[in-house]
């Protein structure tokens, strides 16, 4: 089946620095990633729609400055958190779709991130 | 604008019990899909059951069941015997048209009890 991988997994970092996390479709091109975040027994909110090629297009209230979206290829998309600070410590999780699935799409196994 | 509603406080079932999980949801778009989502304590979102609009029979997909009721809005997933790896946080979604977001509910948390 279809596979979704997030890399990394987990990472602490310091307040004020930048983290990359990668989102990448395995076994499949997929034409559209979504990003979403989680804080601790609730929902998952959804942050970005990002588009093979295009800019990414943020949910309201979401800062596009400070969460950097890039969707350079069909199997890649990264979000970058700059200048994190320790309310951004949270889960991220990505998910990928294509026009050709039924349903809907594929989750990432998510980057638990922490920032001191 | 679409929303999906999940309101039991956390669910408690004996081993090889069945339990329902309730989910309702609201759209104006006649063309919707259901899905209900796993999310055990590693984070993972594990797919479990999706219904589409239109299809005219329940979704199953071994031990897990969709009650779809249109006329209630109502999309219930159904666990049959329950087993110890079952517990888990349970989260309805849904996505509408031509918008391919989805959108959750708050989620339920399910103890499966020895």
């Known amino acids: 089946g279809a596979v979704v991988s997030q890399h990394p997994s987990w990472v602490i970092c310091k307040s004020g620095t930048s983290v990359k996390i990668e989102c990448r479709s395995l076994?499949?091109?997929?034409?559209?990633m979504f990003w979403y975040r989680q804080f601790p027994k609730q929902s998952l909110m959804l942050m970005a729609t990002?588009?093979?090629?295009?800019?990414?297009?943020?949910e309201q209230g979401v800062e596009k400055d400070k969460f950097l979206i890039n969707h350079a290829s069909l199997t890649l998309s990264t979000l970058t958190v700059t200048s994190a600070h320790p309310e951004d410590s949270s889960f991220y999780i990505c998910s990928a779709r294509a026009v050709t699935f039924k349903g809907w799409g594929y989750f990432g196994p998510g980057t638990r991130l922490l920032v001191l | 604008a679409q929303k999906i509603t999940q309101t039991q406080p956390g669910m408690f079932v004996q081993e090889k019990e069945a339990v329902t999980l309730d989910c309702t949801y609201d759209t104006s778009d006649p063309s919707y899909g259901l899905f209900w989502y796993k999310q055990p304590s590693s984070g993972e979102m594990i797919f479990l059951i999706y219904?589409?609009?239109?299809?005219?029979q329940n979704a199953t997909e071994g031990r897990y069941s969709l009650n779809f009721q249109k006329a209630r809005k109502s999309a219930n997933l159904v666990i049959s015997a329950s087993q110890l790896g079952d517990s888990a946080m349970y989260f309805c979604?849904?996505?509408?048209?031509?918008?391919?977001?989805?959108?959750f509910g708050k989620g339920i948390t399910l103890s499966v009890r020895p």
């Open positions: 219904q589409g609009s239109y299809d005219q």
């Open positions: 990002s588009n093979e090629g295009s800019k990414a297009t943020y």
């Open positions: 979604a849904m996505k509408t048209g031509a918008n391919s977001k989805l959108t």
């Open positions: 076994d499949f091109q997929a034409t559209t």
